[in-house]
């Protein structure tokens, strides 16, 4: 199953999917803050196989966004998607999620494309052609707050910031 946090005008985006892959998808339509979603309702949803963001739908600036996602995915073993469409690939936002270990980023602005890189994000092996040449290595562990006194340790790596585009 597919969770879809997304904005109204592309709630259909990944009917397609749902036609193709038999992949059942739960739509949420709206704005929302990814760290509220997290801390409070992704419980409910542990039996999910895939996160999708629209990343117009997420209120949280760029860099709490990759902070949030660290603490997500330092909880939850899901794969995310975000969908951020025309999202330059030298952006500081790419260049860090893929540090984070987030390479199914949708980057294509017509549609066609947006469908291909999906279907790219959904294969068995998920995205290929933003991951490292290399896996990476851990060098310190640092504790992350993500709610009030909530913290948790995260794993940092030395991977090269470097487009691999």
Do not use: W
Request: aromatic letters at 6%.
């Amino acid at each position: 199953m597919i969770l879809y946090l997304t904005r109204k005008d592309r709630v259909n985006l990944l009917d397609f999917l749902e036609m193709e892959q038999e992949l059942p998808v739960k739509k949420l339509i709206g704005n929302f803050s990814l760290l509220s979603f997290v801390i409070k309702d992704m419980r409910h949803f542990a039996h999910i196989r895939y996160v999708v963001l629209d990343r117009e739908a997420i209120t949280e600036s760029d860099e709490e966004l990759i902070q949030t996602l660290q603490s997500y995915k330092t909880i939850y073993d899901i794969r995310v998607v975000i969908i951020a469409e025309g999202l330059p690939a030298g952006s500081s936002l790419l260049l860090k999620l893929i540090q984070i270990g987030v390479v199914n980023v949708v980057t294509a602005t017509e549609i066609g494309e947006i469908r291909n890189e999906l279907r790219e994000c959904f294969s068995e092996e998920g995205m290929q052609r933003l991951k490292p040449d290399y896996p990476p290595t851990i060098a310190e562990e640092k504790p992350i707050h993500i709610h009030h006194d909530i913290y948790i340790m995260r794993k940092t790596s030395n991977i090269n910031l470097t487009a691999p585009i």
